[in-house]
T-cell receptor, first 113, second 111 residues
């Protein structure tokens, strides 16, 4: 049981490049979400999904796209990377969107130069 | 979305009990209160969750008064390894509403 797996762990992008951050969970959780955490700050919600085929925007969705074709996977796409997207990105999953605790991945540290 | 307010930081000596209070004045009737712990360079980790009164597990206790407008996370006899950021979240009661993290409380345990 691997929990929530995020890849890659580290990434450096040039401004304007695109990439996909991968998130996979093997716990059959319906609810998945993406957060970003800037230095010394709390976590801000980017996008979330309550099940396969259903996604919605969080607090800071601009510049990011998501899709949820399967229960297990919830990739986050950066369309055209900007230095302001330099951050640590966390993926989380839960069997229920709040009544049971979230399980977080170990994060992807992204630097945009 | 229910907003929470926590102290930005707290200091404690090893072996002491630490209480971190969270205010959530607009908590909804069916919302749960959940606390997470985050160490540097790691994702948050679930600590404890409650709805009312008191909940205790092997790590912490959670005290919730009758009006549920606040909650207190109690860490007994902290050690240096409890130095972390602690987040209080409120939600989970309605439809697709996601949980939103605040800035958390940075606890520093001193030897």
């Amino acid at each position: 049981n691997a929990g929530v797996t995020q890849t890659p762990k580290f990434q450096v992008l040039k401004t304007g490049q695109s990439m996909t951050l991968q998130c996979a969970q093997d716990m059959n959780h319906e609810y998945m979400s993406w957060y970003r955490q800037d230095p010394g700050m709390g976590l801000r919600l980017i996008h979330y999904s309550v099940g396969a085929g259903i996604t919605d925007q969080g607090e800071v969705p601009n510049g990011y796209n998501v899709s949820r074709s399967t229960t297990e996977d919830f990739p986050l796409r950066l369309l055209s990377a900007a230095p302001s997207q330099t951050s640590v990105y966390f993926c989380a999953s839960s069997p229920d969107r709040g009544r049971v605790g979230y399980t977080f991945g170990s994060g992807t540290r992204l630097t945009v130069v | 979305l229910a907003k929470t307010t926590q102290p930005i930081s707290m200091d404690s000596y090893e072996g002491q009990e630490v209480n971190i209070t969270c205010s959530h004045n607009n908590i909804a009737t069916n919302d749960y209160i959940t606390w997470y712990q985050q160490f540097p360079s790691q994702g948050p980790r679930f600590i404890i969750q409650g709805y009312k009164t008191k909940v205790t597990n092997e790590v912490a206790s959670l005290f919730i008064p009758a009006d549920r407008k606040s909650s207190t996370l109690s860490l007994p006899r902290v050690s240096l390894s409890d130095t972390a950021v602690y987040y209080c979240l409120v939600g989970g009661s309605s439809g697709n509403t996601p949980l939103v993290f605040g800035k958390g409380t940075r606890l520093s345990v001193i030897a």
